[in-house]
């Protein structure tokens, strides 16, 4: 057997762990396993690469290796579950990057070699505009989420946006009728680069899940991409499953809030209030309760569904939350946890917070399946979570109409921990806090859940 057919046969080995890595990754009870052979599959195709004897020098291999394993322990080691969306958001953006470096080295040595043709300068020409478009993008939704930076408004941002993206294909032609002159490469990469920020910027923070599952997708389109470049057959499929991933991602998330892509990239962000106004729903409506009230009522609850949401994270309360389970658990209740699609700032993103906390992935129903059950559910504890709990979405008109919901005002008792009543990213008041079954224990989600499991060891 050749080399050549050595690394052929670790690109299929590789590609298959892929496939079996992304299909554990569906669900949560796999997701670790998919994650493992994912891995796995890289470390093979890295090792059998290594074999191509055109590689240039092992010592720069080994010094990126050493560069980029220091950064990864360390962002591992202190980035907070509360930035996990930010990190996923830069990974994003220096994917695309990277394949825009790459693909850009790749074309000018085939250029200089005369051995370039269509596919590879139409291949580069579309790395270089989806991975400039996904780095800056990245970058924007990065600051956006880490709430430094809200982004200048661009006047006529759809005007502009349409302007900018004929300008790039025009560029990606002449990319391809004239592969010798380099400057039509970069100028793809600058038009992309502008286009990735004017298309971001204006997109509210209720949308960013959405836009996180995008560039995903274009950070994998773009690898893609960068592997009819390299002439790379792994490439092209891993970048494949990534993009086709992240589309069916978007596609879901789109769904859960009742947006379309469209509506998210190139339409107003829905107006937030919807002339509500919260002085009204709450006045003298809101029932305040405590730690040893909330206790009592939990002790003789046959069924308790968690509803997490972003102020878990903020609040680090998933341990806390883990310990009260066990406390219930112990004293004969059945615990669930309630998972909205876009609960938190990325996908999945509860249930990563969870999952670090040992908790167990049975205990985890989607919103389809949990929904039915609320009417036989003796208390819903609602930790931190807002818009994806307000029954307003179930009305025709409104920033969230249509979203679909979490049902937890039809359950017996609800109970919902929160610093106060302000709104979520939709900006509008929720009648479930002043709802007649209702009851609201304000303050820090971490320590309003740690007061309860102790008054609910001494009831």
């Keep these: 057997m050749s080399v050549d057919d050595f690394i052929g046969l670790g690109y299929l080995v590789a590609a298959a762990l892929f496939v079996l890595g992304l299909k554990g990754l569906g669900k949560p009870r796999t997701a670790v396993r998919g994650n493992q ?59 695309g990057l990277a394949s825009v470096l790459v693909a850009a080295a790749s074309f ?17 020409a579309l790395t270089a505009l989806i991975g400039a478009l996904t780095f800056t993008g990245s970058i924007i939704a990065f600051t956006k989420l880490n709430e430094s930076w809200d982004g200048p408004t661009v006047p006529a941002a759809r005007i502009v946006n349409i302007v900018l993206t004929v300008l790039s294909a025009v560029a990606v032609i002449a990319v391809v009728a004239d592969p010798d002159e380099r400057l039509w490469f970069w100028l793809v990469v600058a038009i992309a680069a502008v286009l990735g920020v004017t298309i971001t910027s204006p997109i509210g923070g209720a949308d960013m899940p959405v836009v996180i599952a995008l560039l995903n997708s274009f950070s994998g389109l773009a690898a893609a991409a960068a592997g009819f470049v390299l002439d790379n057959s792994l490439l092209i499929i891993a970048g494949a499953l990534v993009g086709a ?59 308790v569904v968690i509803v997490p949401g972003y ?46 906390a040992e908790i167990s992935y049975d205990a985890l129903v989607e919103m389809d399946m949990v929904n039915p059950t609320f009417e036989q559910t003796d208390v819903a504890i609602v930790l931190g979570a807002n818009d994806v709990v307000n029954p307003v979405a179930r009305e025709t008109e409104g920033p969230i109409a249509g979203m679909p919901i979490l049902d937890v005002d039809k359950a017996r008792v609800v109970v919902v921990i929160k610093r106060s009543l302000s709104p979520g990213f939709a900006g509008i008041p929720n009648p479930l806090f002043a709802a007649d079954n209702s009851m609201m224990l304000f303050g820090d989600g971490k320590a309003a859940v740690v007061e309860i499991t102790k008054a609910l060891a001494e009831v």
């Design 311 to 356: 102020g878990l994270a903020v609040a680090q309360a998933q341990h806390a939350v883990r310990d009260l389970t066990k406390a219930l658990e112990a004293n004969g209740s059945e615990v669930v946890f309630g998972i909205h699609p876009v609960a938190g700032r990325m996908p999945g993103h509860m249930n990563v917070l969870l999952a670090e």
């Design 108 to 124: 000018f040595e085939a250029v200089g070699r005369g051995s370039d043709d269509l596919q590879v300068s139409l291949a580069a």
């Design 245 to 303: 991933s992240g589309l069916i991602l978007t596609a879901i998330m789109t769904k859960a809030m009742n947006r379309t892509l469209v509506e998210v990239l190139f339409g107003d962000a829905p107006a937030s209030g919807g002339g509500m106004d919260a002085d009204e729903v709450y006045a003298g409506k809101v029932t305040s309760t405590s730690a040893d009230e909330v206790a009592m009522i939990l002790d003789t609850a046959e069924r």
């Design 37 to 95: 052979l994912g891995a796995l599959g890289m470390l093979v195709a890295v090792l059998v690469t290594l074999l191509d004897r055109e590689i240039v020098s092992f010592w720069q291999l080994a010094i990126g290796l050493g560069i980029g394993a220091a950064l990864g322990v360390l962002l591992a080691l202190r980035v907070e579950m509360t930035a996990m969306p930010q990190l996923v958001a830069l990974f994003n953006g220096f994917g």
